[in-house]
């Protein structure tokens, strides 16, 4: 997997949008790029992936650079219910599990 | 909304003795996994698991860690002989497909493990 690098920590102000950025400068041409958060007191969270084209679901964006070394994680309007520490992390194609950093702490001001 | 549940939430055990948390996952998935997150680090990777098999584990995973698929919903993990160190939140999770690259992985909500 490629090592990824992530800000330890952000603050947004509610229904501002935050950006929170990623590098995966090794990330070789066949692996996924995967976004999960961890809610206070509870498992990670399926946010969304990709491999090269950006993505779009009903929670959030994902940015990925034409290089693909770095990706963006895009969170339109934040909540205070999206305060959490939110993992990038890379897999290859036939990989059996995923690897979590210690991620970015997202802080939402009311 | 299909969830996956874990039990007990939280147990306590003193050092040397045996613990098995348990996990129902999503009824239609069939890739399983152990996570372990030791209090303020990061979530950490213990066992995949498929058709009754290991798919693949960590060094963390050792002798004393075992997984079992007992009957057709159950998802076990058991520690044979704890140590003070085993203290962490014990997440399940699961999923339709094997390879992470095709889709998500659901986790529980955590098993914490108190080992005195």
């Known amino acids: ?110 | 909304e299909p969830e996956v549940t874990q039990t007990p939430s939280h147990q306590v055990t003193q050092m040397g003795q045996e613990v098995i948390l348990r996990c129902v996952p999503i009824s239609n998935h069939l890739y399983f996994y152990w996570y372990r997150q030791i209090l303020g680090q990061k979530v950490e990777f213990l066992v995949s698991f498929y058709n009754n098999e290991i798919s693949e584990k960590s060094e963390i995973f050792d002798d004393q860690f075992s997984v079992e698929r007992p009957d057709g919903s159950n998802f076990t993990l058991k520690i044979r002989s704890t140590k003070l160190e085993d203290s962490a939140m014990y997440f399940c999770a699961s999923s339709l497909r094997g390879f992470v690259s095709t889709g998500e992985l659901f986790f529980g909500e955590g098993s914490r493990l108190t080992v005195l």
């Open chain 1, 1 to 110: 997997d490629a090592k990824t690098t992530q800000p330890n920590s952000m603050e947004s102000n509610e229904e501002e949008p935050v950006h929170l950025p990623c590098n995966h400068s090794t990330i070789s041409g066949t692996d996924y790029i995967h976004w999960y958060r961890q809610l206070p007191s509870q498992g990670p969270e399926y946010v969304i992936h990709g491999l090269t084209s950006n993505v779009n679901n009903r929670m959030a964006s994902l940015a990925i650079a034409e290089d693909r070394k770095s990706s963006t994680l895009i969170l339109h309007r934040a909540t205070l219910r999206d305060a959490a520490v939110y993992y990038c992390t890379t897999s290859s194609i036939n990989d059996y599990k995923l690897s979590f950093g210690a991620g970015t702490t997202v802080t939402v001001r009311a």
